[in-house]
């Protein structure tokens, strides 16, 4: 055996694919492009405005990671996906899962949350299940995300070789205020932007967008309505069920529908998304129709009050969360509870990495949709590569920008 071959690395095959092939990319203004890129490591493509370069990462690379990954699912699932077509490249292989980060605004959600972005609310709910004094259970009980529920019933199983029946109870205790279902806001509904009085439901009273009399709402309402008679003739009963009304099954010429009061309606279908993820109408209404104000029963924390009195060191989850990360960084670091080591040494990295990327100054409970564009892309890198998952290609649009 020469000295050559005793010093030679005894490589694995499965080691081998270490680098992307693109062969003869023509994607949008690609012309006849080939490239290998390295694994495992950073790589950037500069270039002038139209060279090209967002064609190879994102239409060409990522487009065929993600085409690739959607024919895993099973034919039904796909149906519900957009169809990609294969991009215009003769050989692309080596290509490894592709995650797209870019500056897109975090938050359709109102409960999205900075903190519920990157998992640190999630690692701050744990760490004060296992050391907030008094101790209220676990972790969802911190959760503004989990709501307190309980319910019983009859259950059979067989004990002893005989069927026994009994009755059990079972409780979940969540975090989430139950005011304002944990999204910190109430709203109050100006009426007189819902409806004009002085009109029928079959005359166009309602001014809410998309709830027109002539189709399918017409039949809906009808079932439960008297839709000649003007709305301010209604009686109080009447009324009610316009706007408040629980979710009933109806009958309108033969066939079962639900019908529901305007207000939670509204709530389920237009206040259940970030303000910033609405169609410009729906946002022009919601602006003119609803008022947002801070719920007074959790003040804003989205949290319930027992969630609220359970502490550490006499902070509160709500009082942690409202910190600016950097602070929050400072007085984790405070904390030295070997129970819970590996836990706390992992929370330092993700607190630690909002201040080194220049987001000290957020806090976790800042709502994900208020924040710009460049602060999305950051908080997405920072969940994304304080990730578990390995041999991932990640691709950054201008990663660097807002940090000079």
Request: proline share 5%; with cysteine.
């Amino acid at each position: 055996m020469t000295a050559e071959a005793a010093e030679a690395p005894n490589t694995h095959p499965a080691d081998a694919h270490d680098r992307i092939r693109v062969h003869g990319a023509r994607e949008n203004n690609l012309k006849n492009v080939s490239i290998e890129l390295p694994k495992r490591r950073l790589t950037a493509v500069t270039g002038v405005s139209g060279s090209g370069k967002s064609s190879l990462v994102f239409s060409t690379i990522a487009a065929e990671s993600q085409r690739l990954i959607n024919e895993t699912y099973s034919t039904f699932v796909q149906g519900f996906m957009p169809n990609l077509p294969r991009p215009d490249v003769d050989v692309l292989d080596g290509i490894t899962t592709a995650i797209i980060v870019d500056q897109q605004r975090l938050g359709a959600d109102p409960r999205s949350t900075v903190g519920t972005a990157t998992d640190a609310n999630a690692m701050l709910r744990i760490l004060f299940s296992r050391l907030g004094q008094p101790s209220i259970g676990s972790a969802k009980a911190f959760s503004f995300n989990i709501a307190s529920i309980s319910g019983g019933g009859a259950v059979t199983f067989e004990k002893g070789g005989r069927t026994v029946k009994e009755r059990r109870t079972f409780t979940v205790v969540g975090g989430m205020c139950p005011r304002c279902e944990g999204r910190g806001k109430v709203s109050d509904f100006d009426l007189t932007a819902l409806y004009d009085d002085t009109l029928s439901l079959s005359e166009g009273a309602l001014k809410v967008p998309g709830f027109s009399m002539d189709g399918w709402y017409g039949r809906v309402f009808g079932a439960v309505l008297p839709m000649e008679k003007r709305i301010s003739d209604y009686t109080k009963r009447e009324l009610n069920d316009l706007l408040y009304k629980e979710p009933t099954k109806v009958k309108a010429d033969g066939v079962n529908l639900t019908y529901e009061g305007l207000i939670p309606r509204i709530q389920k279908s237009m206040l259940s998304k970030d303000r910033e993820a609405m169609q410009p109408h729906i946002r022009a209404f919601v602006d003119r129709a609803i008022t947002f104000g801070t719920c007074p029963e959790c003040d804003g924390t989205r949290l319930t009050e027992l969630a609220r009195s359970s502490k550490i060191d006499g902070i509160s989850i709500a009082d942690a969360c409202a910190m600016p990360i950097s602070d929050l960084a400072d007085w984790v670091r405070t904390i030295d509870e070997p129970s819970v080591a590996p836990l706390l040494e992992t929370l330092r990295g993700t607190l630690d990495s909002f201040v080194d990327i220049g987001l000290g100054y957020l806090s976790l409970d800042r709502p994900a949709g208020t924040l710009s564009g460049g602060e999305s892309q950051r908080t997405k890198m920072i969940r994304h590569l304080g990730s578990s998952l390995t041999d991932v290609t990640y691709v950054f649009d201008e990663p660097s920008i807002g940090l000079h």
